[in-house]
C-alpha cells in the first residue's frame, strides 16, 4: 500500500482520451443520457454515472476520494463553504425537537447557527464548557442528537479530548461532529477517536493559498447519504473548479504542513521569549495548558499562534498597524502570513460576555503563519513589536 503522500499525488478520475497528466475540469452542470432508457436506469438508481453537478460531478468525487483517505472515512459530501459542510450537516441529520450539544468555543457562525438560525426549526442547543467536561453528562437531554465541537478552536486554541469525547457520544448514542479545521486531516483524525463526521473548510489549509471557497463533510456512510439527500434537494454544490483546484492543492498538503508547523514552531518560541508579550497560545508549546493532550491527539501543533500584546487592544491594534510584510486580513491557511483581531472582525458578532468566555481577550492576535522564510517573517513580527514598543513609550499608549 502507498504512503498517503504518494496516494494524494497519484490518485485521480480517469484519464480522457487525451491522456491528460493533470486531472480535467468536468465544468459541465449536466451529463447526457445514451437513450431514453439509460435516462430512466440512471433516475431510478439502477445505472451509477453522473446526472447533474447538483448532485454530484468527478471533480467533487476525486476531491472527496481522497479526504476520505486522509480522514478514515466511508463517505463523504462536498459543499460550497466550510459554513455550509457545518449546515448541510445539521440540518441533513435534526429534526424539529431535537438538540444539539456543543463545545462553547465553536466558530463563530456555528454560533450563529446554532443560536440563531437552529431554533426556528425547533431544533436547541447548549454549551459544554472544555474546562469543566465533568459537567457535560448533565447537558445530555433525553432529545440529544449530535455534538458539536471544534478542536484546536478558532482562535484561542482550546483543545477538547477527543478520545473521551469519542467514547461519551458513543456510550450516549449521540452523533459526534468534529470540526478539524485547524488540525487538517495531516495533524489529527478525529473519526480515530470515534467521531462520526468531521468537517473541513477547504477555503483553508486545503486550498493553502487563498484562492477558493468550499467545505467538506466526510463521515460514515449512513449519515452520509441522509446528509446527501438534503444536499441533493437543497443545493449548496461545490462547483467543479473549485473541487478541482482543492484536489490539486492536497498533493502539496503534507509538504506545505510540515513548513506551516516548522515555522509555527519557531514564531511560538520567538514571541514565548519576548518581553513584551502577556501570553501565547500554541498547541505543542509547552506553555499551552493542554500541552499534554495536544502532543496525544495532535502529531504537530499547526500553524495557528495566537498571542496577547502586553496592553491589549491598543498595543494589539498598533502592532498590526506596523506589520509590514504580514497581510492582515480574515483568512487563514494560507501560503502568505495572516495577521487578524478577531475581537473585531471575524468574532465580532459574538457579545463581550460570549467572547470572554471562550478566551477571546479584546487585545488577542491571531497569526495564521506562512510559508515565507521564518527569518524574514519573525523580522516583520519583531520589527513590529519594537514600532508598538516605540510608540507606547512616545505618546499615552502603556506598556503595563
Ligand atoms: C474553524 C472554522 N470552521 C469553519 C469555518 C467556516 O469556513 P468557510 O469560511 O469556508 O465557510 C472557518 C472559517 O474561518 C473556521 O475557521
Not at 431535537?98 to 447557527?113: E, K, M, N, P
Request: with cysteine.
Amino acid at each position: 500500500m502507498n504512503h498517503i503522500e504518494t496516494d494524494l499525488i497519484r490518485h485521480q478520475s480517469p484519464r480522457s482520451q487525451h491522456g491528460e497528466h493533470s486531472s480535467s475540469i468536468y465544468l459541465t452542470s449536466s451529463f447526457t443520457f445514451e437513450s431514453a432508457e439509460h435516462a430512466r436506469a440512471m433516475f431510478a438508481k439502477e445505472q451509477e454515472g453522473y446526472i447533474y453537478s447538483r448532485y454530484d460531478n468527478p471533480n467533487v468525487d476525486e476531491l472527496i476520494d481522497k479526504i476520505c483517505r486522509l480522514e478514515g472515512a466511508e463517505d463523504g459530501i462536498a459543499v460550497a463553504s466550510g459554513m455550509s459542510a457545518v449546515f448541510t450537516g445539521l440540518a441533513g441529520l435534526l429534526g424539529q425537537g431535537d438538540h444539539v450539544l456543543a463545545c462553547r468555543s465553536v466558530f463563530g457562525s456555528t454560533h450563529q447557527i446554532l443560536t440563531q438560525i437552529l431554533p426556528k426549526w425547533g431544533i436547541s442547543h447548549s454549551y459544554g464548557d472544555i474546562n469543566n467536561l465533568e459537567s457535560w453528562a448533565d447537558l445530555v437531554q433525553p432529545n440529544t442528537k449530535m455534538c458539536v465541537v471544534e478542536t484546536p478552536s478558532n482562535p484561542a486554541l482550546d483543545l477538547i479530548d477527543l478520545a473521551w469525547l469519542g467514547r461519551f457520544c458513543r456510550e450516549r448514542d449521540i452523533l459526534l461532529l468534529v470540526d478539524n479545521v485547524f488540525a487538517t486531516p495531516l495533524l489529527q483524525t478525529p473519526i480515530r477517536f470515534g467521531a462520526h463526521l468531521v468537517m473541513h473548510s477547504t477555503t483553508k489549509f486545503i486550498d493553502g493559498q487563498g484562492r477558493g471557497i468550499g467545505g467538506i463533510l466526510v463521515g460514515d456512510s449512513e449519515q452520509i447519504a441522509k446528509i446527501r439527500f438534503f444536499a441533493r434537494h437543497s443545493g449548496p454544490a461545490m462547483s467543479p473548479f473549485n473541487a478541482w483546484l482543492f484536489s490539486k492543492s492536497l498533493e502539496t498538503l503534507p509538504v506545505r504542513m510540515e513548513r506551516h508547523c516548522d515555522n509555527a514552531e519557531k514564531l511560538a518560541q520567538y514571541l514565548a521569549d519576548h518581553d513584551d508579550i502577556a501570553f501565547i497560545r500554541y498547541p505543542h508549546h509547552h506553555t499551552h495548558p493542554q500541552y499534554e493532550l495536544a502532543k496525544r491527539q495532535m502529531c504537530r501543533g499547526g500553524g495557528l499562534v495566537t498571542f496577547e500584546l502586553k496592553g491589549g487592544l491598543d498595543h494589539g491594534r498598533a502592532f498590526l498597524d506596523a506589520l509590514n510584510m504580514c497581510s492582515l486580513s480574515s483568512n487563514l491557511g494560507d501560503t502568505r502570513t495572516i495577521a487578524t483581531h478577531p475581537a473585531s472582525t471575524t468574532h465580532s458578532s459574538l457579545t463581550e460576555e460570549d467572547r470572554q468566555a471562550v478566551g477571546i481577550t479584546a487585545g488577542l492576535v491571531r497569526i495564521s503563519v506562512g510559508l515565507e522564510h521564518h527569518e524574514d517573517l519573525i523580522r516583520d513580527i519583531s520589527t513590529a513589536l519594537e514600532k508598538t514598543r516605540h510608540l507606547a513609550n512616545s505618546t499615552s499608549l502603556k506598556i503595563s
